[in-house]
């Protein structure tokens, strides 16, 4: 074996080495990362939730296209993982009859 085969031999599983574990590590940092983000989005989505189910039950009627905001809301809530306490708010939210627009 000359010297180049030996350096050759050496110095490209080593290389490899390094870019297999830059890569594994920039990976497990930005799975962490969107997974905090996720856990961001939907809390910001729940509080909506429930901030909006508050006001909503105080006027007693929600407009059709609120209404329909909030189901949107919801289903993304749940695609996040979202629990069903919300649920039960979103269920109670549906049946606030809907605003008659004069």
């Known amino acids: 074996m000359d010297i180049f085969q030996m350096i ?27 997974m905090a983000i996720e856990a961001g989005v939907q809390a910001l989505l729940r509080n909506e939730l429930i901030r909006r189910y508050r006001e909503y039950e105080i006027k ?21 993982g979202g629990n069903g306490a919300v649920k039960k708010l979103m269920n109670e939210l549906l049946e606030i009859p809907t605003k008659v627009i004069k």
């Open 60 to 80: 007693g009627e929600i407009s059709i296209l609120d209404r329909e905001n909030l189901e949107e809301m919801f289903k993304q809530y749940e695609n996040l």
């Open 8 to 34: 050759v031999s050496y110095l490209v599983p080593t290389i490899l080495g390094g870019v297999v574990g830059f890569i594994s590590t920039k990976l497990k940092k930005n799975k962490k990362r969107d």
